[in-house]
């Protein structure tokens, strides 16, 4: 494990004092998932005249559990577009929603109560649209592999994805990701995905989705930065302009008073399992060049998951662990996130074939 400490200039300037930024040319779209009846908002963005298309230069973002891609990669904020940040590198960039997510189809349970049906957007089914979109990609690019970067539920699902597909995956990226830990407070035994009937099953009574207003988003990013002076880790406008952004992506949230969007519990059925020793899958079945990375104050990820994740991952040519301090599960809008975007990138320009 490598902790990485703060360094001033990363932190002063997330997009890079010698790379002038290109014009970037953003096209948004539906394509097919593999289950008929599912479409999936897909969003690419790239530089203005970009010809060149390579298993090395197109990376796809994938979304977590609560909120779809657009706000998570692409905030139109200041600076903070992840998105925006990876075309000025030099990347293709794309990203999409699960079913049941944003643009993408919602399935008829999303419309109804949500105590009407199970679980919906189980992980099982969106690695297939996860698959769908990496297969677009490489037709219309001509490419054979692309790189992942998935954060929360996303590292968990592009995980499990890569573990199935390696010959599509040209590098893994692991933020923040669920994996192996069996004590964990909010998703395991003792927590509110317990059935506390049949302690050994997923509380079903939780239906379909929940609702995710920008007072618990708030309240819970709040509740990982371990000081009362929450402006050290962030600044209070860009959880305004996230949460703003969220709740714009599902058109039912100002029905609702806290406005709130709706978001699959699927997610929580399978985090609970993973979180109770019931795994979807093994990290000993991928076989590309893995990072995982996290912030050190992240309670959706704990260290043991991320150790767990090395241990198991065998058959990657390179595994490499990163610890950004002073950074929670949203390093991404904080003040640490020069750090974190400059070591995913340093990991992905670098030779695939360096040691363990």
Known sequence: MRLVFLAAALAASVSG????????????????????????????????GQKEFTDDNIVLFVHGATFPATPDFDLQFKDYSWADYMVNHGYVVYMFDKRNYGGSTREKAMEEPAANNKPVSRSYQVIRDLGAVVDHIAKKHHVSKVTLIGWSWGAM????????????????????????????????????????????????????????SGEANQKRWDGEIPVADKTQYREQAVVDAFNAAALATDPTSNTRNPPALRAPNGVLEDSFYQATGRPLWNAGSI????????????????????????RDLTNAPLKKSVLIPHATHFVL??????VFFQEILDFLKGSHTASR
């Open 157 to 212: 699902t592009s995980g499990y994805y890569t573990s199935l597909h390696s010959e599509k995956v040209r590098k893994l990226v692991l933020y923040a990701p669920l994996y192996s830990y069996t004590k964990h407070t909010n998703l395991g035994a003792g927590s509110g995905l317990q059935d506390k009937r049949n302690p050994g099953s997923f509380n079903y009574s939780l239906g379909a989705y929940r609702l995710g």
């Open 17 to 48: 004092s010698a790379i002038a930024a290109p014009k970037i040319v953003q096209n948004d779209y539906l394509i097919d998932s593999v289950d008929a009846g599912i479409r999936l908002a897909v969003r690419s963005k790239m530089a203005e």
């Open 333 to 338: 809008f904080e003040k640490q996130r020069g």
């Open 287 to 310: 076989f590309v060049p893995t990072l995982v990375i996290a912030g050190e104050d992240d309670t959706w990820s704990f260290p043991e998951d991320r150790e767990g994740l090395m």
